[in-house]
């Protein structure tokens, strides 16, 4: 029996490693959320580090989700930052999004930092499973490349955004009670069945945070 | 003439005993939200259009809230400005600013723009009867006078900043799904039962906007 349990392990510690030969960089998994007609795409380009992450789905809102999500597990604090630009047109409220994820249900519980087609930042959460999503949408600055920064410290969620090259600008925190393990990753929502939306993701980095010192709030 | 003059400033100066009875400004009721164990008080200066606000009360967080409230009925689309200071010290996450809320229940669905007393901006809401706050809290830099406002527009809900006569800004927006009528108004709360805050409200002016265009 202690032999199985090895075996369980090394399948465990394996899997990450298999994921890297689906060639998806920093990730592990990529996949439609929601079950969208068209189907999406993940693409890793190892020479330039960036991922070209293709969606459909009627959005990321509501009591349920439709996108596609390139994604990782990741416990305790980390950061998450990469620079956005979108490659089609479409619907001015089509998503690119740094999402922590509770699980890949359709209605799983999420945060994440947005950006939308109109150049539109905002947080969006869903707190509970098949819960209604929350939105805080913060001024428009018009569409463009967007730097976007997502940071978990415990329970709280802090971001950054920079347009077009600028330096990065914190905008907000919330709390938030998604549990660790969690998933972490890279989404793209068309906002509408009918249509797909390209996004191109670069300069994207994870980057494990030690845990804060004791006695603060 | 002279006599008539000092009589109206001798009824401008006794507004603030009258405000308890009735004349709170721009508003029409005040009262404690969530039975507080300390009361508290609204106090309206006609001559200086300022409100002086005195609540206390655990905290507007979580499932239901504490603290002192003054308000007018509003339905459609509307707008609450004003410029609030706290006044002596207390807890870094006491809280003052501008409320639409459903109802005097202490569990009502909310939307708020709150200065703590860190100089933390928050917009706060909670969606629905009983439900748990949410909460996005803005970068700040300090206490210090704050103007602030509220505004509602359908669903939406944006919020206004400025620190210390600077230029107000727009920093966020929400959604919260109130129905008509609102409660409009000021709010107070010392975030701890056994202490009370007062903040000065100054500059205080609300906007009813026409309904929109249709849209979305």
Known sequence: ?217 | MLIFRELLIVCVLSAPVFAQSGSLGAFTDSADVGNPARKGSTEFNAATGQYRITGSGANIWEKQDQFQFVWREMSGNFALTATMEFLGKGEDHRKAGIMFRQSLDAASPYGDIVIHGNGMPGLQWRGNQGEITNAFDLPFDGPGKYKIKLVRNGIGITTWIAKDGGELKETARTEVRLQNPVLVGLAVCSHKADASDTVVFSDVSIDQFAPPAAKK
Request: proline letters at 6%; aromatic letters at 6%; charged letters at 15%.
């Open chain 1, 1 to 217: 029996m202690p032999y199985m349990r090895e075996l369980l392990l090394l399948c465990l510690l394996a899997a990450p490693c298999l994921a890297q030969t689906a060639n998806l960089g920093l990730f592990t998994n990529s996949d439609d959320v929601g079950a969208p007609p068209i189907k999406g795409s993940a693409e890793f380009d190892p020479a330039t580090r960036q991922y070209r992450i293709t969606g459909s789905g009627t959005d990321i809102w509501g009591k349920a989700d439709q996108f596609h999500y390139l994604w990782r597990e990741m416990a305790g604090d980390f950061a998450i930052t990469a620079t956005t630009q979108f490659l089609t047109d479409g619907n001015d409220h089509r998503k690119a999004s740094l999402m922590l994820r509770q699980s890949t249900d359709t209605d799983s519980p999420f945060i994440h930092l947005v950006i939308h087609g109109n150049g539109m930042p905002g947080v969006q959460f869903r707190s509970t499973k098949a819960d209604n999503t929350n939105t805080v949408d913060l001024p428009i600055e018009g569409p463009g490349t967007f730097q976007l920064k997502l940071v978990r410290r415990g329970s709280t969620i802090t971001v950054w955004t920079g347009k077009n090259g600028a330096a990065l600008t914190e905008r907000g925190h919330t709390a938030n009670q998604l549990g660790s393990p969690v998933l972490v990753g890279l989404g793209v929502a068309s906002h509408t069945q009918t249509a797909t939306n390209t996004v191109l993701f670069s300069d994207v980095s994870l980057e494990q945070l030690a845990p804060p010192a004791a006695g603060k709030k």
